[in-house]
């Protein structure tokens, strides 16, 4: 151990005292730095949530394109394998499609919900075959 | 003025790496309200000049916001808050007292060409560090007034511990030395 040490650590408690209060009387006005810190601060985070609005964004345009391509591709009747009245153009548009779903689920009083799904999942599974042929 | 969080230093690094933006935001101001007296107080250190020390102070934070998220990778605190933020303020300072041309135009400034504190208002005390070489008083009031270990000086400093005991000597020594400051404070 260097032998120096010893008088490393044997400043007398006064003279720390006097260090510190002439080191702590350093203080100055801030505001304009304040102000300029919390501006920079606030607008680099802020590009933060714009990044992490992006994934939203991306389902939503994926959503509306969905939607698009079952309007577009869906212009045939769907057979009624079941033999029931529901897989039909009931909003009178032309084609039985997404609309139609939507007009089933707004009669829920005479349909069960297995009912309204079911005919859901036609109309998108029948979309995604006619997109693959 | 938004709320101050009552976290610990690191748990503010964390948010201010990781959290959405507002909470971010509120991290990284609490650090900063936390901290700017003690990173103006290291920069009046090193420039006497409280424009410059002001500036060091905006400087440092704006280093700060550009090591987080988005712009960069974020920050790892492995020491304590002060440990990290002085070669920071150091560094910065030396540069800004550059750009004010207080000093000749060199790529490696060289420390013992600070300048000294304020001829005034002076003291006994005053006078005795204004003497001392400034990494003779560096290591004092890092060791002395900022609280840090032997080690944490050697690293904030990036010398070996060997230079810092030395310096710390020769810096104890010089104030020993002194008739009014030994008649004031080892009578």
């Not at chain 1, 102000?35 to 345009?61: C, D, G, L, T």
């Not at chain 1, 079952?70 to 548009?93: F, K, Q, T």
């Not at chain 2, 030396?94 to 400034?109: G, P």
């Not at chain 2, 990036?158 to 020769?170: D, E, Y």
């Amino acid at each position: 151990m260097d032998p120096r040490d010893s008088d490393i650590e044997d400043l007398p408690q006064a003279l720390i005292d006097d260090l510190e209060a002439r080191d702590r009387g350093m203080t100055l006005l801030t505001a304009r730095v304040d102000r300029h810190i919390e501006a920079q601060a606030f607008a680099q985070f802020s590009a933060r949530r714009k990044r992490r609005r992006v994934p939203r964004a991306a389902w939503a345009a994926l959503a509306a394109s969905l939607l698009v391509a079952i309007l577009v591709l869906d212009r045939n009747p769907i057979d009624d394998d079941m033999g029931h009245e529901i897989y039909a153009d009931l909003d009178g548009s032309g084609r039985i499609d997404i609309a139609d779903v939507l007009h089933l689920a707004r009669q829920r009083e005479r349909l069960s919900q297995e009912e309204i799904n079911a005919f859901a999942m036609k109309v998108v599974s029948l979309s995604s075959w006619e997109k693959a042929s | 003025m938004a709320e101050d969080l009552r976290l610990s230093d690191h748990e503010l690094i964390v948010l201010c790496n990781d959290s959405d933006a507002d909470d971010a935001a509120l991290a990284f101001n609490t650090l900063y309200r936390r901290y700017k007296d003690y990173v103006v107080r290291v920069a009046m250190r090193f420039s006497h000049d409280h424009d410059i020390a002001l500036d060091v102070l905006q400087e440092t934070f704006s280093y700060l916001l550009k090591k987080l998220p988005p712009l960069g990778p974020g920050i790892a605190l492995s020491a304590k808050m002060t440990t990290f933020l002085y070669p920071v303020v150091r560094n910065i300072s030396i540069t800004q007292l550059r750009k004010a041309s207080r000093f000749e135009s060199s790529d490696s400034l060289d420390p013992t060409d600070l300048p000294a504190p304020p001829a005034a208002p002076d003291d006994d005390l005053g006078q005795l560090l204004r003497k001392l070489p400034i990494e003779r008083r560096e290591v004092l009031l890092l060791r002395f007034v900022d609280d840090l270990s032997l080690q944490e000086i050697a690293e904030v400093l990036a010398i070996p511990v060997g230079t810092v005991k030395s310096r710390l000597h020769l810096g104890v020594r010089q104030l020993r030395e002194s008739p009014e400051i030994r008649k004031i404070y080892f009578s």
